[in-house]
T-cell receptor, first 112, second 113 residues
Framework: DAKTTQPTSMDCAEGRAANLPCNHS???????VYWYRQIHSQGPQYIIH???NNETNEMASLIITEDRKSSTLILPHATLRDTAVYYC?????????????FGGGTRLMVKP | GAVVSQHPSRVICKSGTSVKIECRSL??????MFWYRQFPKQSLMLMAT?????????EQGVEKDKFLINHASLTLSTLTVTSAHPEDSSFYIC?????????FGQGTRLTVV
């Protein structure tokens, strides 16, 4: 699976959009971009995934650059409960039997 | 959405005893489950891959005789920490895949005293 690079930490004001970047310059054609988050002392929570098109669900939007070498997770209206560590993971579609490899993630702090 | 349930959420045990952690996929079948360990302020580290009906695959540096994994059915995998020591105190998390998505249990906080 391709390696990802994320900022160690970010702050965001409550009610504003949180934009979390991820670099995955070595991504290959069959690899998806996944985002998970982990709230303190809980298991990771799936947020969203995408291949090359932008994706949106009830939690967030995922913007993938045309060359697929980077992506941005957008939380449109951050709340205090969105404070968590956000992990960007790249893995192949046919890698069904294999695990997710977690990097350091971005620690997002949403402030009042 | 798919749910993975992990039990117990928190356990304290005496040094030298064994502890069993259960991981269940509640509304889907999982031929493969994964066990992770997370130390404070660190990321999740894969310990082993649990395969239904066959032996688990352990990551380098993880003792298979200490961390016993049993995946007896398509919805249940168990991790037993044998002869636990204080250095085994950690947050243990299981995961199961359902299609393209991986779902995680709520984690088990193990404290060995």
């Amino acid at each position: 699976d391709a390696k990802t690079t994320q900022p160690t930490s970010m702050d965001c004001a409550e009610g504003r959009a949180a934009n979390l970047p991820c670099n995955h310059s070595t991504i290959s054609g069959n690899e998806y971009v996944y985002w998970y988050r982990q709230i303190h002392s809980q298991g990771p929570q799936y947020i969203i995934h995408g291949l090359k098109n932008n994706e949106t669900n009830e939690m967030a939007s995922l913007i993938i650059t045309e060359d697929r070498k980077s992506s941005t997770l957008i939380l449109p209206h951050a709340t205090l409960r969105d404070t968590a560590v956000y992990y960007c993971i790249v893995r192949a579609y046919n890698n069904a039997g294999n695990m997710l490899t977690f990097g350091g993630g971005t620690r997002l702090m949403v402030k009042p | 959405g798919a749910v993975v349930s992990q039990h117990p959420s928190r356990v304290i045990c005496k040094s030298g005893t064994s502890v069993k952690i259960e991981c269940r996929s509640l509304d889907f079948q999982a031929t493969t489950m994964f066990w992770y360990r997370q130390f404070p302020k660190q990321s999740l580290m894969l310990m082993a891959t649990s395969n239904e009906g066959s032996k688990a695959t352990y990551e380098q540096g993880v003792e298979k005789d200490k961390f016993l994994i049993n995946h007896a059915s398509l919805t249940l995998s168990t991790l037993t920490v044998t002869s636990a020591h204080p250095e085994d105190s950690s947050f243990y998390i299981c995961s199961a895949r359902n299609g393209l998505e991986a779902f995680f249990g709520q984690g088990t906080r193990l404290t060995v005293v």
